[in-house]
């Protein structure tokens, strides 16, 4: 969707942009707090005024798919059934004119056009064992990391929740940086060991069949080690080098794939501590996850302001997929109930036990083709309930012949969801821009394969012309 860059603003406009969105999200907070499970025993259709449900009642879903993507052109349509008040014309265009924009600025055909599990940009040793998210994921990070450790000098680059390794193993053995992998699971670092060894097979056999390719950079397998960084503290072992530096101390760059909740914020406390940290490229997700307070805010200005206040529920929207979602409604397919059944399963379980409220409910194997009846019996057994309860069939029903009035109201809080990202993102900023530093929010990856695709990028010098080579698509 489209919306601000944080590059085009100043420091004072980068303020201003926080008041801007505390207000706006005080002001439709009751849309953010409702949780979607609730939308019958809350009764929120009527929590939003007539003149939005005269509006959203009766759109089909490729129409909401408009107010998600409103960028995008959706054929055969049709025309609206009425005429949108100012207010709800006012809330998407804030939605979209206050968020991050999660539009890269590199404009090149899809690496996935010729096979659909296999990205045209990597070869096929680094394919292996990894899903095609993460192939692109680790291309585009990995190449700006490298781009960021040429322009600041780095000597060694630490992956910090390195998972199994395979950003580090693209870093490593594909760019020729030195690697150390901090990971908390045992079984991760092992799993990722094993993947290192088989990589290094892998191109060694292809060398033997292609001597005529000269391999240009140093091949260092990445230096894995298990450790849990606490968020309030430094990590020693973060910090120590993989071998003394030719000249003065260390310089270190850390990042961090979709570095979960704290694990974040542990980066920009760690960039902003020590000395020897120098450059900082770090994807966060996971934001129902934070520590309230610890996690967020960081910055003074962020805390000082009215409404400030992100609790869970908001987070965890902020963590959904607006452009999956919007693909989902264009297609209009029969998915799209599962909120409607899930809703009316809590109204029954609500009458059986009243003090039992949004149980997690494991997951339902094909709900499409499931009545709306044995949907409820499955849901009831998942949360310990008799299935056998006696149903209200005409009052499910009604139910679901309200469904599209459920996903309206759920399409209404994912257009506000991206704001919520935005002020957390935005706190980074200005947390490490009250402390001197210089930091940068990119949109580095496709939003329709990788949502939390924004990219915090921070030096201890000026960055400069270097931003317009970190967006740009390697060749």
Known sequence: MPGISARGLSHEGRRQLAVNLTRVLALYRSILDAYIIEFFTDNLWDTLPCSWQEALDGLNPPQLATMLESHKVFPGLGLYRSVWPLTLLALKSTACAL??????????????????????????????????????????????????????????????????????????????????????????????????????????????????????????????????????????????????????????????????????????????????????????CCYMKLSDPGGYPLSQWVAGLPGYELPYRLREGACHALEEYAERLQKAGPGLRTHCYRAALETVIRRARPDLRRPGVQGIPRVHELKIEEYVQRGLQRVGLDPQLPLNLDALQAHQAQENRVVAFFSLALLLAPLVETLILLDRLLYLQEQGFHAELLPIFSPELSPRNLVLVATKMPLGQALSILETEDS
Request: charged share 25%; proline share 6%; hydrophobic share 35%.
């Open 99 to 284: 968020a991050f924009t999660r539009t890269p600025g590199f404009q090149t055909p899809s690496e996935f056009l010729e096979n659909p599990s296999q990205s045209s940009r990597l070869t096929a040793p680094f394919r292996k064992h990894v899903r095609p998210k993460k192939q692109h994921e680790i291309r585009r990070l990995g190449e700006l990391v490298k781009k960021l450790s040429d322009f600041t000098g780095c000597t060694q680059v630490v992956d910090v929740g390195s998972g199994q390794g395979h950003l580090s193993r693209f870093m490593a053995l594909g760019l020729g940086l030195m690697v150390k992998s901090i990971e908390g699971d045992q079984r991760l670092v092992e799993r990722a060991q094993r993947l290192d060894q088989e990589l290094l097979q892998a191109l060694e056999k292809e060398e033997k069949r292609n001597p005529q390719v000269v391999q240009t950079n140093p091949r260092h397998s990445p230096h894995h080690v298990v450790r849990w960084v606490d968020p309030t503290a430094l990590c020693e072992e973060l910090l120590l080098p993989l071998e003394n530096p030719c000249q003065g101390r260390a310089r270190l760059l850390l990042t961090g794939l979709h570095a979960c909740g704290d694990l974040s914020v542990a980066l920009l406390r760690h960039f902003s501590c020590c000395p020897e940290v120098v450059a900082l490229a770090s994807v966060g």
